[in-house]
């Protein structure tokens, strides 16, 4: 019999998990009663601990769904709480404490919450049973409570008490019956008292003969009937304190008590055929409850073959009968990104970053050049004018003047000790992370807000790490570089060419700039005004009047700031012209002349520190990278999620989720299914081996 039972505890928590669903479950007992009636204290007689929040203002906000598991084999009794993962918990007040938590998590505008909280009681000392605690009838509300408290608590309880849960509905002895709140309640919903059992408590604070009328009530007659107990802890005589408080089970001291007291009062004997104490109780309990849930399995597992066929349906029509878990969308989304990201690696090689290095390289030999050389001497306005051709007013290198030298020894200088290995180590490195970041975008993970941060993670981590070490080593791979450099004649000649191309290119985008500024200064017209009288400033044929800050010459000082910004563009495209012509003449194909040409000079120190680091970035930092950034992924997201985050992770796509949730409800049903098959064996089972007995 007690098999039974719990297989359909069992079946019940497992239909909890399907989702809520009013004819998706097995009847439950729901405990109510008003404030005070002592209906903690029945409960905690059953399950033989106090356990249950306790104190004056201590209003139960949630219901709590309590299981008790039998576990005869067993010592220890524990609880836990299935939704919050805290693992066992041996110590009861602990219990009490998470339970008075979670009541007050509960805001207090909201009153009382209906969604429960789940609670599962082993002990071999508890029956199998399912029941559930709902908050105390109030009669008065408090000063600090919402009015509203009164009448949210009734709902509630209206909600619970439907059919076909049973109701237990306790009552104090020592108030009128006809003024109980909770056989009202039941009344109401359960007029002819098929589903409710009375439990009467207090029984000692009346006498007997009373006593044993009310359970003998017929102006509500229970076909489950009356169980009258006496709950409350006996008092350790002399401490004053509780018996038995702490761990202990007091479910016998409770028992001794009550036999006691029944027994010394003939109005409870034998003849009476009163129902009294927990004992019978629990009995009694566990009966109906089997009884009733065994009854509702038929219209259950009915309900259960309805939604199994919609579930089926909808995998089938929607989901095409694509089987799917967490697991395997996320190992699958993993293969597809590692394999996009091998697709990647194989066109991104040597090659590759040699543009990337060459190209910022190459901004650094421009900025040295106009650091260094075309700088315009007239720009310095103390110097008397030159001729105002801008050609012939350039500087021109001149052999014999050491200055030269030092000129271009100091540029390629510059340019070896720039920290080319830094440089190149990291705009290499931000390359290869705007790549993931990009492959991330165009995969599955990019509906995935916790996959793309790990991947991101993975990535940066790496890549961060590797970098410091390479950068250092770079460095030291061009250090020759820093003291001496030799030029062949081929490397002058490719560097001629590749620097005429930097040239031109710099050439456009200058033409560009000086575009947007001519349109934003207002047209060609203007432009052309402006800049001709930032050129009369400059020649000093005007002179500004507190360096022309509010405006000078008609032209606002934000005019004349763009002004300024043309004309350099301008000064810069007449010298950017002017160098192309030089390096493009006779004299820059001479490597002899370098000094004429240090464009074409620096240019060849430029591709010799490329060739350098492209040859040693691929060795170390992109095969290193290929290797490690796979293994990395598979950590961060394959074997080193817990089955929690696989989860959370699956389900931040709402398509997924929506597809999790079909899989996951179909084979719920169809386990909770065959369960009940084998429960329906199991009670044939039964049947015959008690018709035969
Ligand atoms: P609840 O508010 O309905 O949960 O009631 P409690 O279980 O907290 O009981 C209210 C008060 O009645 C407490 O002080 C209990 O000690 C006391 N009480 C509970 N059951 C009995 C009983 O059978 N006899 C006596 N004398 N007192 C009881």
């Known amino acids: ?25 097995l009847p439950s007992i729901v405990v109510i009663g008003s404030q005070s009636s002592g209906k903690s204290s ?15 203002n201590m209003v139960t906000r949630r219901p709590i769904e309590l299981t008790l598991v039998n576990t005869p084999e067993a010592h220890a009794e524990y609880g836990e709480f299935p939704a919050l993962g805290l693992g066992r918990i041996t110590d009861f007040s602990q219990i009490q404490r998470t339970l008075t938590d979670l009541n007050l998590a509960v805001p207090v505008e909201a009153c009382v919450s209906d969604d429960p909280i789940q609670l599962r009681i082993y002990s071999p000392n508890v029956p199998d049973l399912s029941l559930i605690d709902l908050p105390g009838y109030i009669q008065v509300t408090g000063r600090d409570q919402p009015p509203e408290l009164k ?13 076909p849960n049973i109701i237990l509905a306790i009552s104090a002895a020592d108030v009128d019956l006809a003024n109980s709140t909770a056989l009202r309640a039941s009344r109401k919903v359960d007029p002819r008292g098929e589903r409710t059992i009375g439990v009467i408590t207090k029984m000692d604070l009346v006498d007997a003969e009373r006593g044993a009328s009310l359970l003998n009530d017929k102006k509500y007659a229970l076909r489950l009937g009356y169980v009258g107990v006496v709950c409350r802890v006996p008092q350790a005589i002399g401490t004053g304190k509780l018996f038995n408080r702490g761990n202990g089970n007091i ?10 007291y029944f027994s010394s009062h003939p109005e409870f004997g034998g003849d009476s055929h009163l129902d009294v104490g927990t004992q019978n109780l629990r009995k009694k309990l566990m009966y109906v409850l089997e009884s009733t849930m065994a009854s509702s399995l038929k219209t259950t597992s009915e309900a259960i073959q309805r939604e199994l066929a919609e579930a089926t349906y909808e995998f089938k029509v929607q989901y095409n009968d694509r089987p799917l878990s967490a697991e395997s969308y996320l190992a699958e989304s993993l293969d597809a990104f590692k394999h996009s990201f091998k697709g990647f690696t194989e066109q991104f090689g040597r090659a590759e970053v040699r543009a990337i290095v060459k190209h910022e390289i190459d901004q650094q030999v421009l900025n040295l050049l106009a650091q260094r050389y075309w700088n315009r001497p007239f720009d310095d306005l103390s110097q008397p004018l030159p001729d ?13 003047n050491t200055i030269w030298q030092i000129k271009l020894d100091s540029s390629s200088a510059s340019l070896t000790k720039l920290g080319i290995g830094r440089l190149a180590t990291s705009v290499v490195a931000n390359a290869l992370q705007a790549h993931v970041d990009q492959l991330t975008l165009s995969s599955r993970f990019a509906n995935h807000p916790f996959a793309r941060q790990a991947i991101t993670e993975a990535s940066t981590t790496i890549l961060r790490d590797l970098s410091y070490d390479i950068s250092d080593e770079l460095e030291i791979c061009i250090k020759p ?16 060419e590749n620097v005429t191309n930097v040239l031109k290119e710099e050439l456009k985008v200058c033409e560009s700039a000086a575009k947007i500024v001519e349109t934003q200064i207002g ?17 000093g044929k005007v002179v500004l009047e507190g360096d022309g800050i509010g405006g000078a010459g008609g032209f606002s000082s934000a005019l004349l700031h763009k002004g300024r910004e043309a004309v350099f563009l301008r000064d810069r495209l007449d010298v950017l012209k002017m160098r192309i012509m ?18 074409v000079f620096l240019d060849a120190v430029a591709d010799k520190l490329t060739t350098t680091a492209d040859l040693f970035l691929d060795a170390e930092l992109l095969s290193k990278f290929y290797y490690l950034f796979p293994r990395e992924l598979d950590t961060r997201l394959g074997r080193g999620l817990s089955q929690t985050e696989i989860e959370r992770f699956a389900r931040e796509d709402p398509k997924i989720r929506r597809h999790l949730d079909v899989v996951r409800r179909k084979e719920l049903l169809e386990h909770v299914l065959k369960e009940m098959e084998a429960l329906r064996q199991l009670e044939a089972r039964e049947k015959r081996f008690s018709s035969r007995s």
Not at 5 to 18: A, D, F, N, P, Y
Not at 490 to 496: L, P, T, V
Not at 582 to 599: D, H, L, M
Request: hydrophobic letters at 35%; one cysteine or more.
């Open 42 to 56: 029945v409960l905690e007689a059953i399950v033989g601990h106090e356990f249950l929040p306790k104190g004056s």
């Open 151 to 163: 009448e949210k608590i009734r709902e509630l309880c209206e909600k619970y008490i439907r059919s």
């Open 251 to 260: 479910t016998s001291a409770i028992a001794k008590n009550e036999a006691a």
């Open 481 to 496: 570089y820093k003291y001496r450099i030799e030029v062949e004649d081929s490397e002058w000649a490719k560097g001629r």
């Open 523 to 539: 047209g060609r017209k203007k432009a052309k005004d402006v800049m001709a009288f930032i050129d009369r400033v400059r020649d």
């Open 1 to 25: 019999m007690m098999m039974l039972t719990k297989k359909m505890i069992e079946i019940r928590s497992l239909l909890q998990t399907v989702g809520q669903s009013e004819t998706l479950t």
């Open 388 to 400: 105002p051709d801008p050609l012939s007013s350039l500087p021109k290198a001149d052999l014999d």
């Open 582 to 599: 030089a390096v493009k003449s006779k004299q820059c194909a001479n490597k002899a002349n370098k000094y004429y040409c240090p464009e």
